[in-house]
Structure formats: structure tokens, C-alpha cells
């Protein structure tokens, strides 16, 4: 299983980013897909997901009405659209596919398989 994320950057506050991850050999609307972040000395942590099944979505309060989870399928990708972006933000952030008979991805014991990360600071 390999994942690919892409997008992070050095943004100011109140700016914008989208993350996409991308699969290669399988494909992702088959599986239930998370993004997660881990900031400098804490905890990795459930940032949004969203199902395999009927496309619902999850997000974690700290980003609720700022980030957006979507899936192109035509493209392979699940996309995470970030506005209205805080210095709290700024984190690794990573793609994660849930294990098998995940519905909704929120707990890192829920993760089948991570992407490599990418870094997204918020900053002045």
C-alpha cells in the first residue's frame, strides 16, 4: 500500500492550503481515508475522515467550518482543503487508510496504513 501526500507549505495566518493524498496501485473509494497531523511534542491526532460507504465525513472540532474532506475519484485522491488556517495548525500532517471495516478513521489504532507527511506551517 503506498500513500502520497502532497500540498503542505508556509502559510500566514488566515491563509489557505489543500492537501491531496493519492494512491498508486489500488483504489482509495474503496477504503475509509483520514488525515491526521502531529504538531512538535504531541501526539499524532484524528484531524478529519471520510467513509468508504456512503461518503460521510468526520471532523475534528478544532478545524470544524474551516477544513473540507473530499474524494476525486477521477483522480485517485482524497483532497483536505484547510482555510482560515491558525498558527495551532501547524503540524506534520499524514494520510491514513483505516483497516478493514472502518467506517469512520478517527483514532490512530483505526490506521491500516500511513502516508509519508507533509509539513504545514502557519506562520507570520
Known amino acids: 500500500v503506498q500513500l502520497q501526500a502532497s500540498g503542505g507549505g508556509l502559510v500566514q495566518p488566515g491563509g489557505s492550503l489543500r492537501l491531496s493524498c493519492k494512491a498508486s496501485r489500488f483504489a482509495l473509494n474503496n477504503y475509509a481515508i483520514g488525515w491526521f497531523r502531529q504538531a512538535p511534542g504531541k501526539e499524532r491526532e484524528g484531524v478529519s475522515s471520510i467513509s468508504s460507504s456512503d461518503g460521510s465525513t468526520w471532523y475534528a472540532n478544532s478545524v470544524k467550518g474551516r477544513f473540507t474532506i473530499s474524494r476525486n475519484n477521477a483522480k485517485n485522491t482524497v483532497d483536505l482543503q484547510m482555510n482560515s488556517l491558525k498558527p495551532e495548525d501547524t503540524a506534520v500532517y499524514y494520510c491514513?487508510?483505516?483497516?478493514?471495516?472502518?467506517?469512520?478513521?478517527?483514532?490512530?489504532?483505526?490506521?491500516?496504513?500511513w502516508g509519508q507527511g507533509t509539513q504545514v506551517t502557519v506562520s507570520s
Open positions: 491514513a487508510i483505516g483497516l478493514p471495516g472502518t467506517t469512520v478513521l478517527i483514532l490512530t489504532t483505526q490506521v491500516g496504513s
